[in-house]
């Protein structure tokens, strides 16, 4: 549909283009990292304890992503040795906002999704995951 001129609605320029913010959301190390920060600023090392299981390489990919996205700012201080410290934007706390019920639903569920798994992983016949 176009607009009396003859222009295109906004929608209708590239309407998969929400599925490019979708893989933010629906990225584990993001949202892990959007979690860490609704806390405050904090640096590398403090995300790398923090958020079990993710690499120094994915760390460093995931906050450059959410970087150019501008989810979050990295902010480098002036001092010795150099600090850097990374903190949500304001689209960063409303990232947060929508996808909070979404981590406590995973933590909520966590222990019958364990479960379902063995069930389902237990059947006789059931090629391995």
Not at 3 to 18: I, K, N, Q, V
Not at 56 to 78: F, K, P, Y
Not at 108 to 120: G, K, V
Request: with cysteine; glycine share 6%; hydrophobic share 35%.
């Amino acid at each position: 549909m176009s607009t009396a001129s003859g222009e295109p609605r906004p929608a209708e320029l590239e309407p998969c283009r929400t599925r490019e913010v979708l893989d933010i959301v629906g990225d584990k190390w993001s949202l892990l990292v959007v979690r860490n920060l609704s806390q405050g600023p904090r640096r590398f090392t403090e995300l790398k304890r923090a958020i079990d299981g993710i690499s120094q390489r994915m760390l460093t990919v995931t906050l450059r992503s959410l970087e150019r996205d501008g989810i979050l700012t990295r902010t480098v201080h002036n001092v010795m040795p150099p600090h850097v410290s990374y903190e949500l934007t304001s689209m960063g706390t409303t990232l947060r906002e929508a996808t909070a019920p979404l981590l406590e639903w995973s933590i909520t569920h966590l222990a019958h999704i364990d479960a379902a798994r063995a069930t389902y992983d237990a059947r006789p016949g059931t090629p391995p995951a």
